[in-house]
């Protein structure tokens, strides 16, 4: 019993003097920790740029009609086709674009005078709209762009959805008082 005993001390003593796989059990004890916080750190910094992709999106194609006097359809093509560009490496599949002329009447009663939509609905002309408040003036216009972006996370096995990001964006018609629309 007594050699059973001074065996154990010994092992005891030695036990408290080795360390050297200590580390090497920590590492993997964080390890997956420290993935995680990687990939999502990766994952938020991807989101991020999809949002701020989305805000120049809409901005660029409130202004692009801001600018026309008569907007046709080749025009408001080549204008959702840069916002497809614009959200690249991004793909398009989950981009909606609106885009509205918006007036308002002698009472300053806003309503849609034309409106079109790349991977959404357009509002019907004549539909009433609310802006927020000082927009307008009786007899004015405004061009409303609202873009609205779905991002999926690559790693989208493990989390499941997506994020979606949407914003609007008002512009006044530079070029004249209320932009035109032809086929």
Do not use: C, H
Not at 83 to 112: C, Q, Y
Not at 129 to 157: C, F, H, M
């Amino acid at each position: 019993m007594t050699t059973f005993m001074s065996n154990l001390r010994d092992f005891g003593r030695t036990a408290q003097k080795r360390d050297e796989g200590t580390s090497s059990v920590e590492f993997a004890l964080i390890l997956p920790l420290m993935l995680s916080l990687y990939f999502g750190a990766v994952e938020l910094g991807n989101a991020l740029i999809a949002d701020r992709k989305l805000n120049k999106t809409g901005s660029a194609v409130a202004d692009l009609v801001a600018q026309a006097v008569l907007i046709d359809d080749n025009m408001m093509d080549d204008i959702f086709d840069a916002s497809t560009t614009i959200m690249e490496p991004f793909g398009s599949a989950t981009l909606t674009v609106v885009v509205a002329s918006v007036v308002a009447d002698e009472n300053n009663v806003t309503t849609i005078d034309w409106s079109d939509a790349y991977n959404g609905t357009a509002y019907a002309p004549g539909s009433t709209y609310t802006l927020p408040p000082g927009l307008t003036s009786a007899g004015t216009s405004v061009i409303v762009a609202e873009a609205r972006y779905t991002y999926t996370s690559p790693i989208g096995q493990y989390l499941t959805g997506g994020i979606t990001f949407s914003n609007q964006y008002f512009l006044r018609p530079r070029r004249t008082s209320a932009v035109g629309r032809t086929s």
